[in-house]
């Protein structure tokens, strides 16, 4: 099956400051990209995805990036929030979706 | 609409009794899918249902059976529990087309067994 690697698994940022955090995978087959947000308590939320058509997805304050060459693509958080605080899942998808072990993200105010 | 719900919330059981999960949906979603979630390690997907009727194996399916009777419904069971299924289940559903659309997660059932 696919491998999907995260990093990094924790991330502390102070608010303002951006947030990136990478996701690399295995199978060159894979063509659609999805981050999840997991709130404590919560399931997965979806808060952008990518194609493997596109190289650069942005939507208002977060950011994806997809380089299929070198098999990996990045979630890129700018001003952050300590709303922003939460554990963020790469995904990858083929015949079967794959996630990632998760990053721990927190804000600091 | 409610989106995704499951039922319980929260579940101990001891070592080799059997229990179902349930998952519902009202967004008329054909795909419907159960994963666990454990520390380190992400969701990993145990079955999958691309209609009713019909389900598939995922990445670990062992010591899980699942059935989907009605659409809007996915069942998870656990025939005889091991420890090893201690873990929090996610069921989620989606439009056809399960590696290109959105999946919505449920709010998860905390599983432990003793």
């Known amino acids: 099956g696919e491998n999907v690697e995260q990093h990094p698994s924790t991330l502390s940022v102070q608010e303002g400051d951006s947030a990136v955090i990478k996701c690399t995978y295995s199978d060159s087959a894979s063509n659609y990209f999805p981050w999840y947000k997991q709130e404590l308590g919560k399931g997965p939320q979806l808060i952008i995805d990518i194609r493997s058509n596109v190289g650069e997805k942005k939507d208002q304050r977060i950011a994806v990036t997809l380089n299929k060459t070198a098999k990996h693509f990045s979630l890129h958080i700018t001003e952050t929030q300590p709303e922003d605080s939460a554990v963020y899942f790469c995904?990858?998808?083929?015949?079967?979706?794959?996630f990632g072990t998760g990053t721990s993200l927190t804000v600091i105010p | 609409n409610a989106g995704v719900t499951q039922t319980p919330k929260f579940r101990v059981l001891k070592t080799g009794q059997s229990m179902t999960l349930l998952c519902a949906q009202d967004m008329n979603h054909e795909y419907m899918y159960w994963y666990r979630q454990d520390p380190g390690m992400g969701l990993r997907l145990i079955h999958y249902s691309v209609g009713e009727g019909t389900t598939a194996k995922g990445e670990v399916p062992d010591g899980y059976n699942v059935s989907r009777l009605k659409k809007q419904n996915f069942l998870l069971g656990l025939e005889s529990a091991a420890p090893s299924q201690t873990s929090v289940y996610f069921c989620?559903?989606?439009?056809?087309?399960?590696?290109?659309?959105?999946?919505?997660f449920g709010p998860g059932t905390r599983l432990t067994v003793t």
């Open positions: 989620a559903s989606s439009y056809a087309g399960r590696t290109s659309y959105e999946q919505y």
């Open positions: 995904a990858v998808a083929g015949n079967q979706f794959y």
